[in-house]
């Protein structure tokens, strides 16, 4: 005679599925669990930094160019589609000729089809003082004709790591025949 075998219950169900999936899970697992300290994480801090921001598109040496647009950014009135490589020089002060402490290195695009708006992925590359060789990340959407913007901050390298925090962007002067712009930037992140 054939046995039958027990009833299994939806509850004797569900915790098998658990045990298993933790079990299968501890086992050859690729992650742990980390104390901050290990990683010589201390306090948490925010920090407050202020700069500008130079966007040269015109003249011989420009620090950002456009590298990509689709068939209908030229009589788009917004430039939708339009993509630019930048490499735009951050200083202290709003004159390109004062003290350089970083560099925007990254892209911008123009992603709305009704407003000025650009999707930004950048890195703000520090040279200066402590922060030299550190970075913050920038991702988010920059809609210029907006008196100030904020764009998220979504992480960092050096002394910004595990960074999070906002940039509020306001443009500082705008050149309407070269379309080179000054943004006066202030940034707000939280690193260890």
Request: proline share 4%; glycine share 8%; charged share 15%.
């Amino acid at each position: 005679m054939a046995k039958t075998l027990p009833k299994v219950t939806p509850t004797v169900l569900i915790l098998f599925t658990i045990f298993s999936f933790s079990a299968f899970a501890t086992a050859g697992s690729f992650s742990r669990a980390l104390s901050p300290a290990k990683l010589g994480l201390k306090r948490e801090k925010l920090s407050h930094l202020h700069f500008y921001f130079h966007d040269i598109v015109s003249g011989r040496n420009p620090t950002a160019v456009r590298v990509a647009e689709a068939a209908m950014t030229n009589m788009s009135l917004t430039g939708f589609g339009a993509v630019f490589m930048m490499d735009d020089p951050l200083t202290v002060r709003p004159e390109l000729s004062s003290k350089l402490v970083g560099r925007a290195q990254g892209i911008y695009a123009s992603a709305s089809q009704t407003e000025v708006g650009f999707l930004m992925v950048l890195n703000f590359a520090f040279m200066e003082g402590k922060y030299n060789g550190s970075s913050l990340s920038v991702l988010g959407r920059n809609v210029i004709l907006s008196a100030v913007r904020e764009l998220p901050i979504v992480g960092g390298s050096g002394l910004f790591r595990f960074a999070r925090g906002y940039a509020q962007a306001r443009t500082h002067t705008f050149d309407m025949r070269t379309k080179d712009a000054v943004v006066d930037y202030n940034v707000y992140a939280f690193h260890y």
